[in-house]
């Protein structure tokens, strides 16, 4: 067979092998790719913004949902980062947002470090550009996600929600109108993220719940006060 038939037949089968992939694993054949695998790493580590960056962000009219629109579905460019020792700094681009993240190979620590192509002019001199705080993950972001991991109940669950005078239904509304309560989540404990999520239930009544994303996420505890162990449901 002649080099420029075997290298035909070798292309072809790679296609049909890429499509096959795809149809199986859905985006999940993407994830080795390595934009995807630099962004998911900063995803899973602890972002944090100075000062002084955190006044330019607002300044430039942006927020957390834009920061994280550009980890979650922007494209690296890999020929304008520093991508070589343990201190690497990857250049993420999202509908005209270029954002620069500091990456920490060695503590899982990364940092927004420059807002690119703005040319707004903003007052953030004075601005403290070592105080570093943590930027959390938007609220309806945390939950969608939880939501798209799908809601499984476990076997406490019936006598937790006897216990607080709720059902199942009213249970998984908390993934739609809870709000996240970042001091007391742990967004990247291995081998599943727990997350402590505050629910309205009516004027005098609120509910907190712990929720785990494993292979779906289930609810852990449920409790009426801040600090209360919950219900005795082991």
């Given amino acids: ?16 092998g890429l499509v096959a992939a795809y149809f199986i694993l859905g985006t999940r ?13 900063i995803i899973e580590s602890q972002i944090k913004i100075s000062d ?12 957390r949902t834009d920061i994280f629109n550009v980890l979650n579905s922007g494209s690296v460019s890999f020929s304008e980062s520093k991508t070589s020792g343990d201190q690497k700094e990857y250049i993420i681009e999202h509908e005209g947002l270029r954002v620069a993240f500091a990456v920490s190979m060695t503590d899982s620590i990364s940092e927004v470090v420059h807002f690119q192509n703005r040319s707004e002019k903003c007052v ?12 959390y993950e938007p609220n309806d972001m945390v939950l969608e996600h939880l939501r798209e991991n799908g809601f499984a109940l476990i076997s ?10 709720i059902d199942s239904a009213y249970a998984s509304s908390v ?3 809870g709000t996240v309560l970042n001091e007391r989540s742990f967004p ?19 509910l907190f719940f712990v929720v785990e994303k494993g292979f779906k996420t289930r609810i852990l505890e449920i409790s009426n006060s801040e600090g209360d162990p919950g219900c005795n449901c082991d």
């Fill in 156 to 165: 406490k669950n019936e006598c937790q929600f006897e216990c607080v005078g």
């Fill in 1 to 16: 067979m002649k080099i420029g038939r075997r290298l035909r037949v070798y292309l072809i089968g790679v296609g049909m």
């Fill in 188 to 206: 990247r404990r291995n081998p599943n993220p727990v997350y402590t999520i505050r629910l309205v239930k009516d004027i005098a009544d609120t």
């Fill in 124 to 135: 953030c001199d004075d601005r403290n550009k070592a105080d570093l705080s943590v930027l």
């Fill in 175 to 177: 993934l739609q109108k």
């Fill in 52 to 63: 002084f960056n955190m006044c330019r962000m607002e300044c430039y009219g942006l927020n």
């Fill in 29 to 41: 054949s993407c994830e080795w790719l390595p934009g995807k695998r630099v962004k998911t790493f």
